[in-house]
């Protein structure tokens, strides 16, 4: 099992629509990372979170401590959002970022 | 603003050509990484540094070095020894306010 997973893997969205991408993880992870990466692009840094809940324009993300999962939510999509989505747990011990596989994002105009 | 640099974005060279990826941070970070990422795989660790002149090996160390002679700057060389070179680059440091990441180099050898 992976220490970090995401699901869904793949999805697709109508513009428009509100998103949920979800990301679950192992003990021993204190802080999550969202990162967007568009196609044949960098990345970029959304969140860290550790706790609670970040907003930045329309995507907003959660985290809960205890059921050991956190979500990213886009409101209103864009197709400008179509994008993969990484969600990183940080190691207690800081020796390690543990990268999820992505979530591929495709918005239809 | 402080960040992590990595240079160039896209890079290309020939088979057999070793090759030298820019990291430099202004951050005052202690520690520092380098990740790959192959098409539709997540970003896997290739070594890391927690302090200047130190470094250990990651989970795909084989094929690569790094040199750590400053905090600033986390140089990943790319051997010929490396059989498929041909990957996304991502470079990331950390303090104890967590991690930042660079942009990465996307890095094709034909």
């Known amino acids: 099992k992976n220490e970090v997973e995401q699901s869904p893997q793949n999805l697709t969205a109508q513009e428009g629509e509100f998103i949920t991408i979800n990301c679950s993880y192992s003990v021993g992870i204190s802080a999550l990372h969202w990162l967007q990466q568009h196609p044949g692009g960098g990345i970029v840094s959304l969140f860290m979170?550790?706790?609670g809940k970040k907003k930045h324009g329309r995507l907003i993300a959660t985290i809960n401590i205890q059921e050991k999962h956190s979500s990213l939510h886009i409101t209103a999509s864009h197709p400008r959002d179509s994008a993969v989505y990484i969600c990183a747990g940080v190691k207690t011990s800081y020796d390690k970022v543990i990268f999820g596989p992505g979530t591929s994002l495709s918005v239809i105009p | 603003d402080g960040g992590i640099t990595q240079s160039p974005k896209y890079l290309f060279r020939k088979e057999g050509q070793n090759v030298t990826l820019s990291c430099e941070q202004n951050l005052n970070h202690d520690a520092m990484y380098w990740y790959r990422q192959d098409p539709g795989q997540g970003l896997r660790l290739i070594y890391y540094?927690?302090?200047?002149?130190?470094?250990q090996k990651g989970d795909i160390a084989e094929g690569y070095s790094v040199s750590r002679e400053k905090k600033e700057s986390f140089p990943l060389t790319v051997t010929s020894a490396q059989k498929n070179p041909t990957a996304f680059y991502l470079c990331?440091?950390?303090?104890?306010?967590?991690?930042?990441f660079g942009s990465g180099t996307r890095l094709t050898v034909v």
């Open positions: 990331a440091s950390y303090r104890g306010s967590g991690y930042t």
């Open positions: 979170l550790s706790s």
């Open positions: 540094s927690q302090i200047v002149n130190d470094f």
